[in-house]
T-cell receptor
Framework: GAVVSQHPSRVICKSGTSVKIECRSL??????MFWYRQFPKQSLMLMAT?????????EQGVEKDKFLINHASLTLSTLTVTSAHPEDSSFYIC???????????????FGPGTRLTVL | AQKITQTQPGMFVQEKEAVTLDCTYD???????LFWYKQPSSGEMIFLIY??????QNATEGRYSLNFQKARKSANLVISASQLGDSAMYFC???????????????FGPGTRLSVLP
């Protein structure tokens, strides 16, 4: 299966600082990547869809000015949590769509996740 | 309304026994895909198995098989010969709605935590 990496795996920061999380597709090109947020013991919640070369599409209730997404190349998307606060502490997971498949078989391959703790 | 329902928040199974994790879904589309993912304590989401709505045979991948009952809209995951390493959260997901809204149309259930006992 396709491999997606995510960096860093764990980050602790002070309130008010910004944190950048990288998501890379290692062995395939991903025109579309997705960012999810997962609170403890809950399912994944889609935050935004990251499209290479264009603006991200945010889900309702997600602040686009707080969660900045950049998809500058076919293998890299970044999520920047700006002015982080303790309530932003969560597990952030990215995924990339395997565009080699066709509907409805094209699955998502996930990165290992980033655990963000804001003090 | 919930698109994916997993009614078992937690399950226990004895090592080497089989276990079935339930998943029911709701869609009006004729063409859709069903997926199962495993999330161990490390957090990574591991793709396990896929079932297409038009597939007549149940999908199998090693120890994983999917009991697909289309009329009941259920897609239960069966794990045979459970191993200690199978202890994890398991998420059922569905892909519906061909088109550009891929992310929005790939929805996850609430998950089932499976614990394999030695």
């Amino acid at each position: 299966g396709a491999v997606v990496s995510q960096h860093p795996s764990r980050v602790i920061c002070k309130s008010g600082t910004s944190v950048k999380i990288e998501c890379r597709s290692l062995d395939f090109q991903a025109t579309t990547m997705f960012w999810y947020r997962q609170f403890p013991k809950q399912s994944l919640m889609l935050m935004a869809t990251s499209n290479e070369g264009s603006k991200a599409t945010y889900e309702q209730g997600v602040e686009k000015d707080k969660f900045l997404i950049n998809h500058a190349s076919l293998t890299l998307s970044t999520l920047t949590v700006t002015s982080a606060h303790p309530e932003d502490s969560s597990f952030y997971i990215c995924s990339a769509r395997d565009v080699g498949g066709t509907f409805p078989t094209d699955t998502q391959y996930f990165g290992p996740g980033t655990r963000l703790t804001v003090l | 309304a919930q698109k994916i329902t997993q009614t078992q928040p937690g399950m226990f199974v004895q090592e080497k026994e089989a276990v079935t994790l339930d998943c029911t879904y709701d869609t009006s589309d004729q063409s859709y895909g069903l997926f199962w993912y495993k999330q161990p304590s490390s957090g990574e989401m591991i793709f396990l198995i896929y079932q297409g709505s038009y597939d007549e045979q149940n999908a199998t991948e090693g120890r994983y098989s999917l009991n697909f009952q289309k009329a009941r809209k259920s897609a239960n995951l069966v794990i045979s010969a459970s191993q200690l390493g199978d202890s994890a959260m398991y998420f059922c997901a569905m892909r519906e709605g061909e088109g550009d809204n891929y992310g929005q149309n790939f929805v996850f259930g609430p998950g089932t935590r499976l614990s394999v006992l030695p």
